[in-house]
């Protein structure tokens, strides 16, 4: 059974910076897409960035050009730099099986809180 382990987030200002992980159990991690998600307060669960097996990467068009999606198979660990963060996009980030909108297992971990705030 898969296990999804979110970590990095914290409290930035407007223009800083955040680097999230996630460290996943469970699954042949190299052969599966992984995506980033955010949920924001009264807001439903988005994809934000997804990585494939091969690297090919996806974005949200609100976070184009800040936020990258990376992974490290030998660490079964994917991450997501955050650049140039903006109050909107404060929310509890998730990552999770799949690289599109709606993820491959609906087995979500705790989430690791991003503020960005003044």
């Known amino acids: 059974q898969v296990q999804l382990v979110e970590s990095g987030g914290g409290l930035v200002q407007p223009g800083g910076s955040l680097r999230l992980s996630c460290t996943v159990s469970?699954?042949?991690?190299?052969?599966?897409?992984m995506g980033w998600y955010r949920q924001a307060p009264g807001k439903q669960r988005e994809l934000v960035a997804g990585?494939?097996?091969?690297?090919?990467?996806n974005y949200a068009d609100s976070v184009k050009g800040r936020f990258t999606i990376s992974r490290d198979n030998a660490k079964n660990t994917v991450y997501l730099q955050m650049n140039s963060l903006k109050p909107e996009d404060k929310a509890v980030y998730y990552c999770?099986?799949?690289?599109?909108?709606?993820?491959?297992?609906?087995?979500w971990g705790q989430g690791t809180q991003v503020t960005v705030s003044s």
């Open positions: 469970g699954i042949i991690f190299r052969i599966n897409d």
């Open positions: 990585i494939g097996s091969g690297g090919s990467t």
């Open positions: 999770n099986v799949g690289r599109w909108k709606t993820p491959a297992t609906m087995r």
